[in-house]
C-alpha cells in the first residue's frame, strides 16, 4: 500500500488522542508550571472533538479530512493551542489539494507548510521554547531522509521534544518567567511529539510505504 489513505489519517488523530487524554494531567501539569495551565484540558477536548468529528464523515479527499481536524480544533479549543494546530493542519489540509494520495514527499510538504503556519501565527521561531521547537527538527529531518523512517522520526521528535527543558522561554506565556522557565518542558512540543510519534505508529504498524 502506498501513501497515506484516509484511514490511516483517521488512525493517526484516534492515535494521538489516545495519548493526549492518556497523559491530560501530565500536559496539565506542565502547563501549570509554566504557563496558565489549560493545555491538557483544550487539547483533550479539542482532539476528542476532531476524532467525533472525522469518525461519523466520509471524506472524498486528504484534504476535506485535515481541513476538518484543522477547522474543529480551530472552532472548539481555546487558549494558544488550537489556533495553532487548526494553523498548522490547516496549512497541510491546503498544500494537499489536488493531491490522490499522501506520498512521502507530499507528507514533508505538508508539515513543512504546517511548521510555516505555525512560525506565522505564533511569531517564533526555534529556540523560542514553543512548538516550533519540534516541528522544524522533523521537518528538516524528513527532508534529509530518502524515505520514511519511523524509528529515527519518533527519535528526533522525542529528542526536541526534550531540549525544550533547558530552553528560556522567548515566546508566549512562558516567557514573561524568563529564567525560571528553564528546567520546564514545553507542553505545546511534549503534545506535538504525541502528534508525531503517532504518525510515525500508524505508518509503523499499518505497513504504509512512504
Ligand atoms: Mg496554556
Redesign the pocket.
Known amino acids: 500500500m502506498m501513501g497515506l489513505t484516509n484511514e490511516h489519517l483517521a488512525k493517526w488523530l484516534e492515535k494521538t488522542n489516545a495519548k493526549i487524554q492518556e497523559n491530560k494531567t501530565f500536559l496539565t501539569n506542565l ?1 501549570q508550571a509554566i ?5 491538557g484540558i ?1 487539547m483533550s477536548r479539542g482532539f476528542d472533538e476532531a476524532v467525533k468529528k472525522i469518525s461519523s464523515t466520509e471524506y472524498k479527499t486528504s484534504s476535506d479530512l485535515l481541513k476538518d481536524w484543522a477547522m474543529t480544533l480551530l472552532s472548539k479549543v481555546g ?3 488550537g489556533p495553532l494546530y487548526g494553523t498548522a493542519l490547516l496549512k497541510f489540509s491546503m498544500s494537499m489539494k489536488d493531491k490522490e494520495e499522501v506520498d512521502y514527499s507530499s507528507l514533508t510538504a505538508g508539515i513543512e507548510e504546517g511548521l510555516n503556519g505555525l512560525i506565522q501565527r505564533g511569531q517564533a521561531q526555534e529556540g523560542h521554547k514553543t512548538m516550533v521547537d519540534v516541528w522544524s527538527p522533523v521537518v528538516t529531518f524528513l527532508k534529509e531522509q530518502p524515505a520514511f523512517n519511523p524509528e529515527g522520526f519518533k527519535e528526533i521528535a522525542k529528542e526536541a521534544m526534550e531540549k525544550t527543558k533547558d530552553m528560556k522561554a522567548i515566546k508566549g ?1 512562558a516567557a514573561y518567567l524568563k529564567e525560571r522557565s528553564i528546567g520546564h518542558l514545553d ?1 505545546g512540543s511534549v503534545s506535538s511529539y504525541y502528534l508525531f510519534s503517532s504518525l510515525a505508529e500508524v505508518i509503523e504498524e499499518e505497513g504504509v510505504g512512504l
Open positions: 502547563d504557563g496558565d495551565g489549560d493545555h483544550n487558549g494558544a493551542s506565556r507542553p
